[in-house]
């Protein structure tokens, strides 16, 4: 199909986000860890002039869809996302040193800081408005492919429940894909 009749997304502005942190981190945190990092995204977002699309938290990694209203920083968005939950993630499991999970780890890796992200990140510049609805989709039946959820709605850390009903509660604040289209 020829692109240049698909609508456009401004250039550059829209960009699909996957981040990899270590396999332990939820074990060991859980729901807190997806607050924390809710919360880190949010503020990210009032700091880089930007708005998520859609968004999904899994086991392994968190995917975004963000959308930036000035100049596309992804790199900084990213860097400042990453150092913020460093930054507290270790200050819950300092908290926690008395747990026994906790203790193992700290025993496998003695004298070595507890590393919470994977080094790399993936970046995808979204353009055309098909490819946008092609992630927004992926994102969101994503924990239903990984057995998370039954369907795509009952899954919390998601932005398709919003999509479905935009007065349900989110812990990002979306902007609807169709304001950039």
Not at 8 to 21: A, D, K, P, Q
Not at 36 to 44: F, G, P, Q, R, W
Not at 154 to 168: F, T, V
């Amino acid at each position: 199909m020829s692109t240049k009749h698909q609508k456009g997304i401004e250039s550059e502005n829209c960009v699909f986000l996957t981040m990899n942190f270590r396999k332990w981190m939820p074990q060991i945190l859980g729901e807190r860890y997806y607050h924390l990092a809710a919360e880190t995204i949010n503020h990210c977002c009032r700091k880089f002039q930007c708005d998520v699309l859609g968004y999904v938290f899994l086991p392994e990694s968190i995917q975004l869809i963000v959308y930036f209203n000035t100049e596309p920083q992804s790199s900084a968005f990213v860097r400042e996302f990453k150092k913020i939950t460093t930054f507290k993630v270790k200050m819950l499991m300092n908290q926690g040193r008395s747990s026994v999970v906790f203790r193992q780890m700290k025993a496998a890796a003695p004298g070595h800081d507890l590393k919470v992200w994977k080094s790399r990140y993936d970046s995808m510049v979204i353009e055309q408005e098909m490819v946008l609805e092609t992630k927004l989709n992926y994102i969101h039946t994503h924990p239903v492919k990984e057995s998370l959820a039954s369907d795509a709605y009952n899954y919390y850390w998601s932005s398709a429940r919003w999509y479905l009903n935009q007065n349900s509660l989110s812990p990002i604040q979306i902007r609807h894909m169709a304001s950039v289209v």
